[in-house]
């Protein structure tokens, strides 16, 4: 059993640039949450997918948007990036009883 | 709107020494709540978690948690901390399961020997 893996590991980009990451989530799991954690702060719910369709979102705009894909990975994408969006990005995967959370993709924006 | 709060942003123990963690919550309806703990670099790893039932939950690690409702407060304890105790500990509420949760912004814990 694999757990939750998420690439890359870090990232640099400039303000304006597009980022794609990338969720594995564990073996049997069907349910993938995005979290963004600012520097000194919790975790934020961004979004969550469920069999490839929205399941729910935070209080994010819609340049952050997400897909899963039939073998229950997801990427989150963000457009048009600003500096408030370099953070921790954290992915999560639930089978409904427990949840997972992968280490995480550092996100810089210059 | 769900919230909630942890009130002490960093704590200092001595290795050996007793531990509580204090968290707060606000929450329409029953909460089910979660202690996280994230080391430096690392995801979260669920310490414990209260959905129903006692209101002492026990986890991994040796750390136990009471739900008391009257005070909407879910605070985490442990008897003697060991040096690997050092970490991030972050609160959460959830309306089901242990989706869609909403932290509270963490209390650094540093243990000194």
């Known amino acids: 059993e694999t757990g939750v893996t998420q690439s890359p590991t870090h990232l640099i980009k400039t303000r304006g640039q597009q980022v794609t990451l990338r969720c594995s989530s564990q073996?049997?799991?069907?349910?993938v949450s995005w979290y963004q954690q600012a520097l000194g702060q919790g975790p934020q719910f961004i979004f969550q997918?469920?069999?490839?369709?929205?399941?729910g979102r935070g209080n994010f705009p819609p340049r952050f948007s997400g897909l899963q894909f039939p073998n229950y990975s997801s990427e989150l994408n963000v457009n048009a990036l600003e500096l408030d969006d370099s953070a921790l990005y954290l992915c999560?995967?639930?089978?409904?009883?427990?949840?997972?959370f992968g280490p995480g993709t550092r996100l810089t924006v210059l | 709107a769900q919230s909630v709060t942890q009130p002490d942003i960093h704590i200092t123990v001595s290795e050996g020494a007793s531990l509580e963690l204090r968290c707060n919550y606000s929450?329409?309806?029953?909460?089910?709540l979660f202690w996280y703990v994230q080391s430096p670099g690392q995801g979260l790893q669920l310490l414990l978690k209260?959905?129903?039932?006692?209101?002492l939950v026990q986890g991994i690690k040796g750390f136990e948690a009471e739900f008391k409702r009257s005070q909407s407060s879910f605070n985490l304890r442990k008897p003697s901390v060991h040096w690997s105790d050092a970490a991030e500990y972050f609160c959460?509420?959830?309306?089901?399961?242990?989706?869609?949760?909403?932290f509270g912004t963490g209390t650094r814990l540093t243990i000194i020997p």
């Open positions: 999560a995967s639930t089978n409904g009883l427990d949840q997972f």
């Open positions: 073996s049997g799991h069907n349910t």
């Open positions: 997918y469920y069999r490839e369709e929205e399941n």
């Open positions: 929450y329409g309806a029953t909460p089910y």
């Open positions: 209260y959905f129903s039932g006692d209101t």
């Open positions: 959460a509420v959830g309306p089901f399961g242990n989706e869609k949760l909403t």
